[in-house]
């Protein structure tokens, strides 16, 4: 149970606070929000009265947040990417525990349409470079009351390994296989093999920002962030 799982967490700040010593935490940067919401509720509540940043969370994203536990550089972190074999290896006593669940939503930049359908196996296809213009004939049978310009699709994606990324791509994955079209081959790796056709952004708030500024684009960040 997450509150359970975020007592334990309040429980350990509460004996480094002892201590006198700062407690270090970050990684995804999706949960950045559920974090900061649960160390202000869970936290704060726990320790009583008094200053209310002891732990503040660093926004470094979901592999640095595993890495930086196993470097322990952080007293614990946020991933929404699991432990591998070769991580449990390497430090048997750290642990992963479920903590919250969420979704990730595809997002549309596209100028003076009130709004666009993108269905699954098309946004398999995009985010693959199988379809590269938004005019390309399965995006237009999706919006036949739309001209939809012969403009390249401004494709925005998490660069290294992001757990956003997987989520998404597991999401693809599974809608790729039933789709009529050519196999895009979405692989759920947490990566991209886009290369030069998307631009890469280092957060989800450097995606939504990206987003934001770039016409005809598409990129993708978790319900929680977008809300």
Not at 124 to 144: E, R, T, Y
Not at 206 to 226: C, F, K, N
Request: hydrophobic share 45%; with cysteine; charged share 15%.
């Amino acid at each position: 149970h997450s509150a359970n799982a975020v007592s334990a967490v309040a429980r350990y700040v509460l004996r480094r606070l002892r201590g006198c010593d700062p407690v270090r935490t970050g990684g995804s940067s999706a949960l950045q929000p559920l974090m900061q919401r649960w160390s202000a509720q869970r936290l704060g509540s726990v320790a009583g009265p008094g200053p209310k940043d002891f732990a503040v969370y660093e926004s470094s994203g979901s592999a640095t947040g595993v890495r930086q536990v196993l470097d322990d550089v952080y007293d614990f972190g946020a991933s929404t990417l699991p432990l591998t074999a070769a991580d449990r290896r390497e430090r048997p006593t750290v642990a992963a525990v479920p903590a919250a669940g969420f979704a990730v939503k595809v997002l549309v930049h596209a100028p003076l349409l009130g709004g666009i359908v993108i269905p699954m196996c098309s946004a398999a296809a995009v985010f693959a470079g199988a379809i590269k213009f938004w005019d390309d004939p399965v995006m237009q049978a999706a919006n036949p009351l739309a001209v939809l310009p012969h403009t390249a699709i401004a494709v925005i994606i998490r660069e290294g390994r992001s757990g956003s990324t997987e989520i998404l791509q597991n999401g693809l994955a599974a809608a790729d296989e039933s789709c009529d079209h050519a196999a895009a081959d979405v692989q759920a790796t947490g990566t991209w093999t886009l290369g030069s056709n998307a631009t890469e952004v280092g957060s989800t708030s450097d995606m939504l920002s990206r987003i934001e500024s770039t016409p005809w684009s598409i990129g993708y960040a978790t319900q929680l962030a977008v809300e």
